[in-house]
């Protein structure tokens, strides 16, 4: 079988998008004899090199870069920078195919699109392959607008136009004529799927279990011979990339509200544009909370950490899954996540959902303070 294979984020140890363009490239070079992989280097600068140490010795790398000044413009676009940049570049796409001689319709037998959220861009692969399919379709959850005052003005306001680009993309024809044509569409989950339309939504189903992780590569068994927990301290641990939608202030809050007498530890381990947000808050309110900066932890070390904490917290605001909560629960770590964070299918006992119904922020905040504080007086007395 001959693959084309389109992503536009594709790197190890990135983040959701960037890591489901890379797995759906090894799940596709481990059944095609010959996979044409098409990638930027702009957003994946490692992706040869990566490839290179990857044993994936039938794909060939095509790299579709704008020119540095172009890829300057179309990323400075206010709250849709990244978007403009990953839309314009499917069409780039579509002219340098066409270049290198694949012209021919049908000249692969599959081609698959992947891009997290990937609905909101047309792609023109079905033009060059046999079998077309989009995998996965992802981006289509919101959050309550009555959330809204856990994310600063800004980040309101880029919300909103988030929300309102999930409906404004679907009157697109390119993308419309992309879903049109692909034999099968895979959704992320129900929310994404809901949104899509009708025709849409007959060819499309939910692949709940798209965010898979592996033991081998992390060190559990090491770690937890290793890391030691203290009783006396509740210690916990929150890993992505600092975006305000990712609900940290959900945390910082509750943990400004705990009584005096809970010892904690909040260690975020994460870079990212809302960081001086958090700095600000948490030396207002005198907070334990320590940062980790990504880039200094290789991947297989996240194990000392995931282990060595009493409780992962997750509190998404859009409705939607990411490796870390996967990472987390394959260490037996015990969540705490909110009842609309998409998280359902990996919660097991033990772990800590938030209701939210009827609930304002305050309310919402009061009860993961309540929770983390149970949580602190359970294991200090089961250490008795």
């Not at 400075?76 to 403009?84: E, F, I, K, L």
């Not at 047309?122 to 046999?130: A, E, G, K, V």
């Not at 202030?249 to 975020?268: G, K, S, T």
């Not at 870390?324 to 998280?343: I, Q, W, Y």
């Amino acid at each position: 079988m001959r693959a084309a294979i389109s992503a536009y984020a594709c790197s190890e140890n990135r983040g959701s998008e960037h890591e489901l363009g890379w797995k759906c490239l090894k799940e596709n070079a481990s059944e095609a004899e010959e996979v044409h992989f098409f990638t930027n280097r702009s957003s994946n600068p490692g992706i040869e090199a990566q490839l290179e140490t990857s044993g994936l010795n039938n794909v060939t790398l095509h790299l579709i870069d704008f020119t540095p000044r172009m890829e300057k413009l179309l990323k400075s676009m206010p709250y849709a920078g990244y978007q403009v940049a990953a839309y314009f570049w499917e069409f780039k796409l579509f002219f340098y195919m066409w270049s290198q001689g694949f012209c021919k319709q049908e000249a692969f037998d599959l081609g698959v699109k992947s891009t997290y959220g990937s609905y909101r861009w047309p792609s023109f692969l079905w033009f060059f392959c046999r079998k077309f399919r989009v995998d996965p379709l992802s981006g289509g959850g919101g959050f309550p607008l009555r959330f809204r005052s856990f994310f600063s003005l800004k980040a309101q306001r880029k919300e909103l136009f988030r929300m309102l680009m999930q409906r404004v993309s679907l009157l697109d024809p390119f993308v419309l004529l992309t879903l049109w044509k692909a034999d099968e569409l895979r959704a992320g989950n129900d929310a994404t799927r809901v949104i899509l339309p009708a025709f849409a939504r007959k060819k499309c189903i939910v692949k709940r279990d798209f965010l898979t992780v592996s033991a081998e590569d992390f060190l559990v068994e090491e770690a937890r011979a290793m890391v030691s927990i203290d009783p006396e301290l509740l210690k916990i641990f929150h890993t992505a990339k600092l975006l305000e939608w990712k609900g940290v202030m959900v945390i910082l809050r509750a943990l400004a509200q705990l009584p005096e007498d809970v010892r904690y530890e909040f260690n975020i381990m994460g870079n990212g544009p809302a960081r001086p947000i958090y700095d600000d808050y948490i030396q207002e309110h005198s907070l334990n909370v320590n940062f980790i900066d990504p880039r200094q932890v290789p991947r297989p070390d996240l194990s000392f950490y995931y282990l060595s904490h009493d409780l992962f917290v997750f509190p998404t605001l859009h409705g939607e899954s990411g490796f870390a909560p996967v990472e987390a629960k394959l260490h037996g770590m015990r969540l705490l996540t909110l009842d609309f964070s998409g998280l359902d299918q990996n919660l097991t006992e033990g772990d800590i959902c938030i209701e939210t119904i009827d609930k304002n922020t305050d309310a919402v905040v009061g009860s993961v303070a309540q929770s983390l504080a149970n949580l602190y007086y359970d294991l200090k007395q089961t250490s008795l």
